[in-house]
């Protein structure tokens, strides 16, 4: 069975990624308000994981980054597998943690950033050895050492 929503939150991906992130923002937003503050949770962890990442400045990141934890947080395993029998919630939360962490850091919070780097590395057992994964575990060491610079710019890599 084919999730309309989810084809309609990749769409908006990649018109991001093909360098319209004002059109992808536009577009991830509208499926938000679609689906709602109480609607189904991967649609809302999935949304707001990517729509984070279309921003500039970290505030507004942030927002769609607590967002994206708030969801995960009422998503089940068995909902996650009905998209992709590999998805595993535990996993959502190393990346979303280092997302926290790295917005917290361009704020100057440092103290809070290492609390959710710390957060993130609790839960990296529930990573595999894929891209993806190797991708998660060199951004908390980039957070990491921006952080132990007192570096508050936003870093190539994450």
């Avoid at 729509?51 to 995960?72: N, P, Q």
């Avoid at 068995?78 to 190393?94: I, M, N, T």
């Amino acid at each position: 069975m084919t999730d309309a929503t989810m084809t309609a939150i990749t769409a908006a991906v990649t018109v991001g990624r093909q360098g319209n992130p004002g059109q992808a923002r536009a577009d991830l937003a509208t499926l938000w308000n679609s689906v709602g503050v109480d609607g189904d949770p991967l649609h809302r962890v999935t949304i707001a994981h990517y729509i984070a990442d279309l921003y500039d400045h970290a505030a507004d990141a942030l927002i769609w980054d607590v967002r994206a934890l708030d969801a995960a947080q009422a998503l089940t395993d068995e909902r996650a597998k009905q998209e992709h029998e590999s998805l595993d919630v535990r996993g959502f939360y190393p990346s979303l943690h280092l997302n926290l962490a790295d917005n917290l850091r361009r704020l100057g919070a440092f103290d809070s950033a290492h609390q959710q780097l710390d957060a993130a590395r609790e839960r990296l057992a529930a990573l595999g050895e894929g891209a993806f994964d190797g991708g998660v575990r060199a951004g908390i060491t980039h957070v990491e050492t921006a952080l132990a610079e007192g570096n508050t710019d936003r870093l190539p890599t994450h």
